[in-house]
């Protein structure tokens, strides 16, 4: 494998001196992203959020910026992505908002019915077992909690198209897609937004 495609592996999961580098490099390509989801996100404000492949902290970060009231824990089945999360947001983990775990989504320890909302930007292409995933997350949510996916691919567009072809493991899902997983995993009230220029796409789901 030559070292682009090394390097763009990193994405699915960052290790090493690349996954370093792809780490601090992840918020130039994502925030803006993260961003206009987020400006998007017209729920109660949560109290309990789970953010879900965290990668560098970034958006756990922002996250507890835009509900103040709020308490997160971060999850990475990254060590390297766990240790950046907790590197970039040590003063909301000193204040006690913040908690930063290893973990993997298709097997999430955390507390059942716990959370308001839980989020995962960019990183739902690299879940194994679309349903099962969801199901857990559905199992962490109380009822009327919100799931939040944010991904740049609308599941069509060419660019993350050709990135599919070179990351292993990856996988791509139109709303379309997204709203069949969701539903038989136990969410409802599926709503999904498209940015007016990008393939950039948000869908939020209810339990
Ligand atoms: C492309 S990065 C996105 C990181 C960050 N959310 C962002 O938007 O910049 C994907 C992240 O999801 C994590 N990830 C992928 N699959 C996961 C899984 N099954 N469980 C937990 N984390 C996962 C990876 O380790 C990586 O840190």
């Not at 109660?44 to 507890?64: F, H, K, S, T, V």
């Not at 835009?66 to 992505?81: I, M, N, R």
């Not at 989020?119 to 109380?142: H, M, S």
């Not at 060419?158 to 990135?163: A, L, N, P, R």
Request: net charge neutral; glycine share 8%.
């Amino acid at each position: 494998m030559g070292l682009f495609r090394k390097f763009i592996n990193q994405t699915r999961k960052p290790e090493g001196f690349l996954g370093k580098l792809m780490l601090n490099g992840m918020s130039l390509g994502h925030s803006k992203i993260a961003d206009w989801a987020m400006s998007l996100l017209d729920i109660p404000a949560p109290l309990e959020i789970a953010e879900l492949g965290c990668g560098n902290g970034r958006d756990a970060g922002e996250l507890l910026k835009k509900y103040p009231e709020a308490k997160l824990t971060a999850v990475d089945y990254s060590p390297l992505s766990v240790e950046k999360t907790k590197k970039n947001n040590a003063a909301m983990i000193q204040s006690g908002r913040m908690t930063v775990i290893e973990g993997d989504v298709s097997d999430l320890k955390l507390e059942a019915g716990k959370f308001d909302l839980a989020a995962a930007f960019e990183t739902i292409y690299f879940w194994p077992d679309l349903d099962k995933c969801f199901r857990n997350v559905a199992g962490i949510l109380k009822n009327g909690g919100y799931f939040m996916i944010v991904c740049e691919s609308d599941g069509e567009d060419k660019i993350t198209q050709w990135f599919k072809q070179r990351i292993d493991g990856m996988n791509t899902y139109t709303p379309v897609e997204l709203e069949k997983y969701l539903r038989h995993s136990g969410f409802s009230e599926v709503r999904a937004s498209h940015h007016d220029l990008f393939a950039w796409t948000m869908v939020l789901a209810r339990k």
